[in-house]
């Protein structure tokens, strides 16, 4: 019934053999890492390293990169976000009316054969509101909402966890247009709304903090979404009346929590996930990007930006969701749902297993199966746990024997026989 | 049943009020644009140009856009691509080793704060091939096929048709890694059909020939897939005996066809719209990128590459598809595949207009709704036309009275008035 329905079957590979996949486990962690996240997603086969804060996605990480993409999207267009591409190579004039080109000391400036300045994006504030002038005449082209998800170059100093702070990252900026202030107010708030849908539904809802944080000169707060985890390079103070949180660097001038007036905090390590902003007139003013109102005055458009980082956001998942063995991935973001290990020693259970393979491809689902050869269970079971997809699915001698499967959440200690057919019958209901 | 069916459901938006789209037709054309599609791609709000060669996607165009994203990653699944995402920094030292740090004279290049110098990927052999060597140690490991699709970087001198010739742009590349040249030549004859696949899908096949062109040094033949259009910078020599044709830079030294033997040949214009090399051993010997055969000894991995520029097929297929009036998108590649216009003056036709646009989006179809006050059915019609959406579905009073409504395809003269419950029961059956 949908029209390009085979669009979005294609979409993704539901299921892979393992033999086929491109990845390789590490045994040993690379001395490059310091922190979780880093040390799973390089020896899980995730990502590898270019140089430092630049980082290739391998096919299992690139797959559940574009989960957390598709759970992004998702939620930015049901506020009513459109999506747009926006170039990387940015004109020098645009960043040096902003006065950027001087302030920021980590854009990465390139210089074309004809001695043409640019910048390579590390936000897009200097191209999309030129884009928006070009579209915004009178009240009634306001407000609207444009995204973006897409590489965005920043020079870090400190580019050293992983994918928790890149110089080469890709973000998901949003950035909205409206006439008033309180229309911008309102926007506000359903992006907050979206937010903790995204960090609800990418498992890390629980440890994250709304946090108060620098306004800058034309705002007096912004916030911040903080995700605790020891790996954190932010310290936040939370309040422990209301429990939204104040970043350090302006916990000193509010001494009471900016929400509810609360004075006890607890002081605590956090990474910022995603960040909101009311930019206010702030780049309108240079740009000169005005509308006509009713009565024909002519008036500074109001703007947010609402930003992402979809490698940070990763990282952070795999940083808040693991135990000693590998990551945990949370449904939504996992690169496969089922992990279907074969044991097969013989014939007949390789029959049995490829069966299995064949009926959960059956019924749709998305499935790595580990059908190599000359791997010991301990081996398979190991490189599981490390990659860490949901529902681990073992077939064997044993499990051939009862014409059942031996399955494992992820995140349970223990494992159940279940009948094939009632396995199947199951996850037809669930899934 | 699908697992991520949500996902897959929310990555586009179904349905769209043209009130709230970001985007505005230009009556006049452009004075920088001298090719159709680059005319009407900016006429349409499709793109806009930040600097020569570089453009933004706006949400119409953006559509379009990942329409053909879709059908190419499709395809790529299904001769078992692996996707992947590689950095677009790229350190200097690689690009010195294969020689083409000095060689390419279109390279982007920058130092950063530390003076060490980069190169922004304009192709990524120079980053795959040592990522492949991390993860091949013997024939077991082979075959295996990558591709990314994403933002490329090339200082094209010529940077002047639109997103025909782009210095920032988005390819697909495929990368093929095998044990023997034989497996490597089976292979690439699969990309082949996948290409036609693709071809046909965007709606350009008709008019694309495969090409032969220049091998380098390490093979006779490449092929490219040219595209027959006025706006083509290429010339090509089709051969009237077998349909395939020869590049012009070639055609000197081969006065026969390559696959035939003919001797007929018609001249014509094209554009290069992908294409596809059998590279061999020219980067794993670079790179040292070997593996040990069954017999134990150490190889050299065979490697292939397949182009195809995204910008670029998508301004070859409004260059193919359209008319004096605009664009005609194949259905597969549309933004939207209905344009449902409202011509309503007053209460009773808005809300025949709002029930009709409700019934469309229940059959989950991709609906743009010009429900837009203010403007004359001409002008409504001309925008239409010019976006080339696949239905027009006009409501008026003059529909309402026949509780009907008048259906017109893009690519035909007539339109036909049909009465709404029999054209929604015809979608059903159709999409």
Redesign the interface.
């Not at 630049?54 to 096919?59: E, K, Q, R």
């Given at each position: 019934?949908?029209?390009?329905f085979?669009?979005?079957?294609?979409?993704?590979?539901y299921f892979m053999r393992q033999s086929?996949?491109?990845?390789?486990t590490l045994k040993e962690t690379p001395k490059e890492a310091s922190v979780f996240s880093h040390k799973l997603l390089l020896r899980g086969g995730f990502i590898?390293q270019?140089?430092s804060g630049?980082?290739?996605?391998?096919?299992l990480g690139?797959?559940a990169?574009?989960?957390i993409e598709?759970?992004i999207?998702?939620?930015m267009?049901?506020i009513?976000g459109?999506?747009?591409?926006?170039?990387?190579?940015?004109?020098k004039d645009l960043w040096v009316k902003t006065g950027r080109w001087t302030e920021m000391d980590d854009l990465?400036?390139?210089n074309?054969?004809e001695n043409?300045s640019f910048v390579?994006g590390p936000t897009h504030e200097e191209?999309i509101t030129p884009?928006a002038k070009?579209?915004v005449l009178t009240y009634r082209d306001l407000p609207?909402y444009?995204y973006q998800i897409?590489?965005k170059?920043r020079?870090e100093a400190r580019a050293k966890s992983g994918l928790l702070r890149g110089?080469?990252f890709i973000m998901k900026d949003l950035y909205s247009f409206h006439a008033t202030e309180r229309d911008l107010e309102r926007y506000y708030e359903k992006v907050k709304a979206a937010y903790w849908r995204i960090f609800s539904r990418v498992g890390i809802k629980k440890k994250t903090y709304l946090t108060f944080a620098s306004g800058g000169s034309f705002s007096k707060y912004s916030h911040e979404y903080q995700t605790l985890t020891d790996a954190g390079e932010d310290t936040i103070y939370i309040c422990q009346n209301c429990g939204q949180a104040v970043n350090k660097e302006i916990k000193n001038i509010t001494p009471h929590c900016p929400s509810c007036g609360g004075t006890k905090f607890e002081k605590a390590k956090a990474i910022e996930v995603g960040n909101i902003f009311q930019l206010k007139t702030k780049f309108s003013r240079v740009f000169d990007l005005h509308y006509t109102d009713k009565n024909g005055d002519k008036k500074l458009v109001m703007m947010g930006c609402y930003g992402i980082g979809l490698g940070r956001l990763m990282a952070t998942i795999v940083e808040v969701n693991n135990d000693e063995k590998g990551i945990i991935w949370p449904k939504?973001t996992a690169p496969f749902?089922i992990h279907l290990v074969s044991l097969a020693k013989n014939k007949k259970v390789v029959e049995f297993a490829e069966k299995v393979y064949k009926k959960l491809e059956d019924?749709?689902?998305?499935v790595l199966y580990d059908d190599r050869k000359g791997k010991s269970a301990g081996e398979k079971f190991a490189e599981a746990d490390l990659i860490g997809l949901p529902y681990r699915v073992v077939v064997s001698e044993k499990t051939l024997k009862k014409k059942s499967v031996e399955v494992k959440r992820r995140d349970r200690k223990s494992s159940a026989l279940m009948r094939l057919d009632k396995f199947l019958e199951a996850l037809?209901k669930n899934?």
């Open positions: 019934m949908f029209l390009n085979e669009d979005f079957f294609e979409l993704t590979v086929n996949l491109f990845y390789k590898s270019l140089v630049v980082y290739s996605f391998l096919p690139w797959r990169m574009r989960k598709n759970i999207r998702g939620e267009n049901r009513g459109q999506e747009v591409f926006l170039p990387s190579l940015h004109p990465y400036k390139l074309d054969s043409r390579l191209v884009l070009k579209f609207f444009l897409q590489t170059f020079q110089r080469e939504e749902l019924l749709g689902l998305e037809k899934f």
